[in-house]
Structure formats: C-alpha cells, structure tokens
C-alpha cells in the first residue's frame, strides 16, 4: 500500500528551479530515505509533502490526514521557556492523549531525567530527542524526519536510529532525508538519489550499491552518488 | 476547543514562568506603589491656596503608569510573543498539529487579557478606586487592554520577528504610553492625541481622581471602542495577507 508519493512534481522559486520531475512511492511501513548534499531539494520534498508549499506541476500523495502526521523539521519549534515535558503537554492537550503516553514518549528518547528542564538548557542531542518524541507523541502513521540525526554525536544518533527502527516495526511509514550515506545504508528500506532537485537512482540501498560494483566489505552508497554525479558531496 | 485550550494552557504557562514576560505585569504597578509612597502629600505650613493647587496639579502616578501599561507595555509583550512563536518556527508545528490560527491567536490573547485583568485590578487598588470608579476605572483599563493587544499582534504578523517585531513596536509604545503623560502637561498634544485609546483611558482615569473631565465618560469609551474596532479591521487587513506563516 502506497503511504507517500510525488508524481512528475516541478517546483522553482522565482527562476531557480528546485524540483525537476521528481517521480517516486513510498510503501506503508517502510523507512524510505531520501538522500542527496545541502540544496538538493530534500527539504522542499518534505514542505510539499506536509503542505507547506505547493507542486508548480506534478501531483503528490499523503496516505494520511494531518493528524496522523508526524514531523520532525529543520527547525525545531520548540517553546524555549517552557519544560521539556511543558512542550509535549501543549501537544498532549491538542492530539487529546494521557499523561501517560506523554511520559511515555519522554522516557522512550531518555529524557525523563530532563522532564523539568527548560529547553533553553538542554543541549542539542536533548532538543532533537525531545523533537522526535513530539513528533512520535500520538503515534503517527506517517512520520517525516528531515536531517533527524544532523549535528548530533554517534551516541545520540544511534540511539535516535533505533527508536526510528522501532517505529518501522510498529507500522509506522518513516520518510526521512539525510546527507549521510551511512545512516541511510543501515536504515532505509527504499532509497532515492536526489541531485540539483532530479532523482537520479531509486531503489533498496543493497540494490544500488550492487548495480554501481560499490559493494566491497559493506555497501557504499557514497561511492555510487560519488560515481553518478563525478563529486563528493557539496 | 481542545487547540484553544491547549494554546491558553502553553502561553499561561509560558507567561508566568518567563521572567522577561511576568516582569511586565509586575512593573508598572510596583512602579506606581512606589512612586505614590515618594509623593510629597504633607503641605504642612504652606498655605491652604497654594497646597490645593500643588494637590490639584500633582500628576497621578497612578493613571500615569496604568496608561503606559496598556499602551506600552502590552503591544511589546504581545507582538514578542506572537513574532517570536512565527520566528522559532512553533507556530507552525502547531498549525500542522491541527491549531488553526483564530484559536492560536484567541489562546495567546486570552491569557494576555486575563493576567492583565490582575494588573488593571492591582492599579485600581493602589489609586484607591471603589465601588463603581473602581470598575469604570477596570472597564477603561481592559478597554485599552483590547486595544494592544490587538495592536500588538498586527505588529508581530507583520514583523514575523522577534528583534524587528521590537523595533516595530517600540516608536508605537512609545507614542501611545507616553504620550498621554506628556499631554497632561501640554494642551496642543492632549488635543492631538484626543483621538486614540490610551489618550482616553488617561481621561477616564484622570476623571475618577481628580474630576473635571470636558466630556462624559460614555464618549471617551465610545472613543477606545471604535479603536478597537479600527485596529480590528487593521489586524484583519494584515492577516489576510500575510497570515500566520511561520
């Protein structure tokens, strides 16, 4: 069953043209990453997808109404004076959950110990831990992660890695886009190329690093967009 | 109902626990206790006449520093929070999550309205107002309340920024919570200023502690009403073309 899909989409912003054809499905219950360097059009992928901006051509597909999205943004949007446990209660009144379940997503990211704090203090692993269990608070069908482990030390993304896994496994469709090929290599189910805005490979990271001989002792999804855009990564 | 609930609940919280917002509510009562209690009101040995005179013309402290809350006050605090929720981007994980802008901005106000209600109250005390003055005078004040705050959040849609939102708000503050102290002091700016809210809400207040007023106080209401009104209109204009984008 498709969750999320974008057929021929275009999109441009004055005369920079930032999509171009961008065609691809995303399968219920799958983690799809989409992957390519800063100013691919990655984030303008999520935008539309979330309604934020709309196509110039092509049309796109949400399997899910608002409310059973979850999203997980470039900017944090986080309320800086309140608690840690204070921003998830403003989301906790607006879904309708429990005390419950918000405690529950606070310990799933490892920030019960935090709950009192005020996001001002917290450092950046802590914010975009507290981002994910926002984002995961009502149990989302579709979960949009945009650069979810950016910035943050292994540790913290491993951890962020497994909770993302967890959600796969419980049926969630996770959409997340990402620079690093090695977390997409270890995570996603399906992954997408995208370059200057055009998709330019598609399929399971295994797939792609077997059609581009890029699989020595483990699979270098590197390597292949290294091969099919003659650069590294901008 | 359950967004507009949760939207009051968050900028409740985030009012009384932020220092920098509370401050405001806190302040210009204080400042007025304050300066009431450093009044020279003892004329002994000077002679009746002049003693009703300097009594007559002593500014109140209390009207003074109520016009500047209203005024000044409460359109920094509301544009803040409403451009800095558009600025950190919160605003719109909250439209995502289903909020839709007229229970934001309802929310946001309505605490706004309320905590200030406190305040309002906290001047009539301290100005000694009862029975009715003491509500005409809370009438009035929330009056000018209505007025920032509306004005306050056309500022913050249209800065979209916490640090222009400040600079926009500032030259408006000014003008509107001062303004009316210095026409106490000078006929031609009182004249000039007649036509804006917190110019009659000095009116009102000046009234109900000192008598005197040129009109009655229904007009001066009228006058704050229909400001509110406009600005109304004008918060319409501006958030029917820029929204609440974040």
Known sequence: ?234 | MRSLKAVFKKQFKGTVQNPEILIQFIIFPLIAFLMNLMMVTDFEGIPQDIADMLTANMPNMVTMQATIFAGMGLITVMSGIVAEDIEKKSLRFLTMAGVKPPAYLLGVSGVIFVVSFFTSAAFGLIGEFSGLDFWIFTGAMMSGVAGSIVLGATIGILSGGHQSASGLALPVALVLGFGPMMAQFNDTLARILHPFYTQQLNVVANYLTMGGADTPLWHAFAIMWANVAVLGILFAIVYAKKGLKG
């Open chain 1, 1 to 234: 069953m498709i969750s999320v899909s974008m057929k021929n989409v275009g999109k441009s912003f004055g005369t920079n043209t930032v999509l171009k054809d961008v065609t691809f499905e995303t399968k219920t219950g799958e983690i799809f990453g989409m992957l390519g360097p800063s100013g691919a059009g990655k984030t303008t992928i999520i935008n539309i997808l979330t309604k934020q901006l709309t196509v110039d051509s092509g049309e796109c597909y949400v399997s899910v109404g608002s409310d059973e999205i979850g999203l997980m943004l470039e900017h944090d949007g986080l309320f800086s004076k309140l608690s840690a446990l204070d921003n998830l209660i403003v989301f906790e009144d607006i879904y309708g959950m429990s005390r419950k379940q918000t405690l529950e997503a606070l310990e799933r990211v490892g920030l019960s110990d935090a709950a009192k704090t005020k996001v001002d203090a917290l450092s950046k692993g802590m914010r975009q831990r507290l981002v994910l269990a926002r984002a995961v608070l009502h149990k989302p069908k579709v979960l949009f992660l945009d650069e979810p482990t950016s910035a943050l030390d292994p540790l913290t993304a491993r951890g962020i890695h497994t909770l993302i896994q967890e959600l796969r496994d419980s049926g969630s469709t996770i959409f997340l886009t990402t620079h690093n090929m090695e977390e997409a290599t270890a995570l996603c189910d399906q992954v997408v190329l995208l370059h200057k805005g055009t998709i330019i490979e598609q399929g399971t990271p295994k797939e792609i690093c077997e059609r581009y001989n890029a699989v020595k002792t483990t699979m270098d999804l590197e390597s292949v967009f290294v091969q099919l855009t003659g650069g590294g990564l901008e």
